[in-house]
């Protein structure tokens, strides 16, 4: 009972680790078997779509497995920056047909991420951003924005740097799709770009070490607004030990550790937050095992006591009737059989 108890608690332990530590999961479901894809992220996260795709597998695997022919679907999902998301499948043993291997897909994947909110800045809240990686978001985000908006902030890397932007969600009013209403301005020392409507995993080509950001928004209509990625490029060259570090699209790479510098905030901040975290974990698991440890030294202390009761009962026994004997004391006996025990009894 008490091994069960936990097991089940490292198992629930192991998830909302598996939550709230930021690393990139997939889900996936083939057409045949499911309608729907269900994204659940832990309380003050924020889901990050890094990929979804149509897959083909010859075995009929529900997932992707390296070999598997794809195509990747460029899909703004309203639920992107949300604790929740449920995508619905088509209807049909299928997908849709894979241009590059010419055959019906039978899966679909998402890969996201779970975000902690505290890592997104409002571009209302903030002026200078000097770490090497961050996130960027209009203010409310993902509610909607509030009307006439002015809110600028600035970008800056080491000047051995460049800025990569990316935009993760994106929605700005527009009039008739064709001219913006509401908008984001990206300039960096030499180009300048204007980004509304909707967007979803798209990289803006902003290449100085300092950017300037600045979103407008007029009283008429309010959308969901925006939330963006940065980080400097190439990264800081170190000589510690390597380390994984997922790119801008959510591939994995081989990197040296930056040093602890002032551009290294936002991972800092995240250990920081990760501490108490890992203490309460660590509280659980201790308290369970002292339970564990003491539910053992109260059977140890049933048993002997259990085991001086039948001893002092069979004591009581020889005491009390002095004709008592146990079979091994017949069989030990050297009297002669004329001598026996029961001669004695008087018939």
Same mark, same amino acid.
């Given at each position: 009972?008490?091994?069960?108890?936990?097991?089940?608690?490292?198992?629930?332990?192991?998830?909302?680790?598996?939550?709230?530590?930021?690393?990139?999961?997939?889900?996936?479901?083939?057409?045949?078997?499911?309608?729907? $894809?269900?994204? =659940?992220?832990?309380?003050?996260?924020?889901?990050?779509?890094?990929?979804?795709?149509?897959?083909?597998?010859?075995?009929?695997?529900?997932?992707?497995?390296?070999?598997?022919?794809?195509?990747?679907?460029?899909?703004?999902?309203?639920?992107?920056?949300?604790?929740?998301?449920?995508?619905?499948?088509?209807?049909?043993?299928?997908?849709?047909?894979?241009?590059?291997?010419?055959?019906?897909?039978? @899966?679909?994947?998402?890969?996201?991420?779970?975000?902690?909110?505290?890592?997104?800045?409002?571009?209302?809240?903030?002026?200078?951003?000097?770490?090497?990686?961050?996130?960027?978001?209009?203010?409310?985000?993902?509610?909607?924005?509030?009307?006439?908006?002015?809110?600028?902030?600035?970008? @800056?890397?080491?000047?051995?740097?460049?800025?990569?932007?990316?935009? $993760?969600?994106?929605?700005?009013?527009?009039?008739?799709?064709?001219?913006?209403?509401?908008?984001?301005?990206?300039?960096?020392?030499?180009?300048?770009?204007?980004?509304?409507?909707?967007?979803?995993?798209?990289?803006?080509?902003?290449? /100085?070490?300092?950017?300037?950001?600045?979103?407008?928004?007029?009283?008429?209509?309010?959308?969901?607004?925006? /939330?963006?990625?940065?980080?400097?490029?190439?990264? &800081?060259?170190?000589?510690?030990?390597?380390?994984? =570090?997922?790119?801008?699209?959510?591939?994995?790479?081989?990197?040296?550790?930056?040093?602890?510098?002032?551009?290294?905030?936002?991972?800092?901040?995240?250990?920081?937050?990760?501490?108490?975290?890992?203490?309460?974990?660590?509280?659980?698991?201790?308290? &369970?095992?002292?339970?564990?440890?003491?539910?053992?030294?109260?059977?140890?202390?049933? /048993? /002997?006591?259990?085991?001086?009761?039948?001893?002092?009962?069979?004591?009581?026994?020889?005491?009390?009737?002095?004709? @008592?004997?146990?079979?091994?004391?017949?069989?030990?006996?050297?009297?002669?059989?004329?001598?026996?025990?029961?001669?004695?009894?008087?018939?």
């Amino acid at each position: 009972m008490a091994s069960n108890f936990i097991i089940a608690t490292t198992v629930f332990i192991i998830s909302l680790l598996d939550l709230v530590t930021g690393e990139i999961s997939s889900a996936s479901a083939c057409f045949s078997r499911a309608s729907k $894809i269900d994204i =659940q992220c832990a309380p003050r996260t924020m889901l990050r779509i890094h990929k979804v795709f149509f897959g083909y597998n010859a075995m009929n695997r529900c997932s992707y497995t390296p070999g598997d022919c794809i195509y990747t679907e460029h899909e703004n999902y309203p639920c992107v920056g949300r604790e929740t998301c449920s995508i619905n499948l088509p209807s049909g043993g299928f997908g849709r047909k894979i241009p590059s291997c010419q055959q019906e897909s039978t @899966y679909f994947q998402v890969d996201y991420e779970c975000v902690p909110a505290y890592m997104t800045k409002s571009i209302c809240n903030v002026e200078d951003l000097k770490d090497q990686s961050g996130y960027l978001a209009s203010p409310g985000y993902p509610n909607n924005y509030p009307a006439n908006l002015d809110c600028s902030a600035r970008i @800056y890397v080491k000047p051995s740097q460049t800025i990569k932007l990316f935009v $993760i969600d994106m929605d700005l009013e527009t009039n008739g799709s064709v001219q913006c209403v509401d908008y984001l301005y990206a300039r960096d020392k030499s180009r300048s770009v204007t980004l509304c409507a909707r967007r979803a995993n798209e990289p803006i080509s902003i290449m /100085w070490d300092e950017l300037f950001i600045q979103l407008m928004s007029n009283g008429i209509e309010n959308h969901k607004g925006f /939330w963006l990625y940065y980080e400097a490029d190439p990264p &800081l060259l170190t000589t510690t030990t390597p380390s994984i =570090q997922r790119t801008t699209m959510g591939e994995v790479q081989e990197e040296k550790i930056a040093p602890l510098t002032n551009t290294n905030t936002v991972k800092m901040e995240t250990e920081e937050n990760k501490l108490p975290f890992v203490a309460i974990i660590g509280g659980v698991i201790g308290t &369970l095992s002292v339970i564990l440890f003491v539910l053992l030294i109260l059977l140890g202390l049933k /048993w /002997w006591k259990e085991r001086r009761r039948r001893m002092d009962k069979n004591r009581f026994i020889e005491v009390q009737n002095p004709a @008592y004997r146990n079979s091994t004391e017949f069989r030990n006996s050297n009297l002669p059989p004329s001598d026996n025990f029961y001669n004695y009894i008087d018939c």
